[in-house]
DNA sequence: AACGGAACCTGAAAGC
DNA sequence: TGCTTTCAGGTTCCGT
């Protein structure tokens, strides 16, 4: 389940329970997501001085130069237990500090663990967009105005901006009243202002709604729905009331009210 | 170069 | 109830 705000909840743990720690004991064996063989050999006796986050990435810094990435894909998360918990359904990947043992579940497989050398990261990092925590959205007017895919779309790609998925695209336009359909590179500087308001409110509601239990890190299962508009088609709009649209773009959905956009205001660049 | 769609996996929820 | 279909918050590859 990992946007940004997931993600950053998942730095967050890591970071206490293994920042600063020596890996005593990995288990790491080569599958979809743990790329590359004798990721243990390579992690044990090594300290993780640092954890980072940039867009939907996970960074491990060791104290030998070399980092640890971490993508969580659709379904990956990590997760802390006794060092003495037998292994976890679906558990990729085993770090164990002095005090925590952290385990990388995936049953998806689609999330990605991979050792790069010093200065070195996948590709994919490389072309990362400015992340709004990190860089700020100084930037969106310009990344927008790179393309004419529809806004909605845009914003998930992540050379753009960093670390936005479906959820929080569709949340941060229904925040600022816009429409996903519009094309990124008509936006005006009015539209464009609104939708960074609108990114940072969801991503911070996010965060605050996902961190609140973070201790626990407990499974929810048929966990209610936090989101105003996402997974909420022909619900009423929280603001005006009228009935939500679903609507796919490039295979995904989105949620919008189409009786409260904001009428555009022509300022077109 | 840029875009839509399928593919990669498994499980939960909805549909019948 | 139980079987079948649809859908899922990710990226990547492939054909147009």
Redesign the pocket.
């Known amino acids: 389940?990992?946007?940004l705000p997931?993600v950053e909840v998942a730095r967050r743990s890591v970071e206490a329970w293994l920042g600063g720690q020596v890996v005593i004991h990995a288990e790491l064996p080569a599958s979809?997501v743990v790329r590359g063989n004798g990721l243990a050999g390579a992690l044990v006796d090594r300290r993780i001085v640092e954890v980072q986050r940039r867009?939907?990435w996970l960074r491990l810094g060791l104290d030998d130069g070399r980092a640890l990435f971490s993508?969580?894909?659709?379904?990956g998360k990590w997760v802390r237990r006794e060092r003495s918990t037998p292994k976890l359904?679906?558990e990729r990947a085993r770090l164990d500090g002095k005090s925590a043992s952290v385990r990388y579940l995936d049953?998806?497989?689609?999330g990605r663990l991979e050792l790069f050398a010093e200065g070195e990261a996948?590709?994919?990092f490389d072309e990362l967009g400015p992340d709004p925590l990190l860089d700020g959205l100084g930037g969106l007017g310009a990344a927008l105005a790179?393309?004419?895919?529809?806004i909605k779309?845009a914003l998930?790609d992540?050379t753009l901006l960093a670390g936005?998925?479906?959820?929080?695209a569709t949340e941060a336009l229904w925040r600022a009243r816009l429409d996903p359909r519009q094309r990124a590179n008509r936006m005006t500087k009015a539209e464009v202002k609104r939708l960074a308001r609108g990114l940072l409110a969801t991503l911070a509601y996010?965060l605050s709604v996902?961190d609140s239990d973070e201790i626990s890190y407990v499974e929810e299962?048929?966990a209610d729905n936090p989101f105003r508009v996402?997974?909420r088609e022909g619900e009423p709009c929280p603001r005006c009331k009228a009935a939500l649209t679903r609507l796919?773009?490039?295979?995904?959905?989105t949620f919008y009210c189409a009786a409260c956009l904001k009428p555009s205001d022509g300022d077109r660049p």
């Open positions: 389940m990992p946007e997931e979809r867009g939907k993508h969580l894909g659709m379904t359904p679906y049953p998806r497989l689609f996948p590709r994919a790179k393309t004419s895919r529809p779309v998930l992540q936005i998925g479906n959820i929080q996010t996902e299962a048929g996402y997974g796919v773009q490039a295979g995904r959905s």
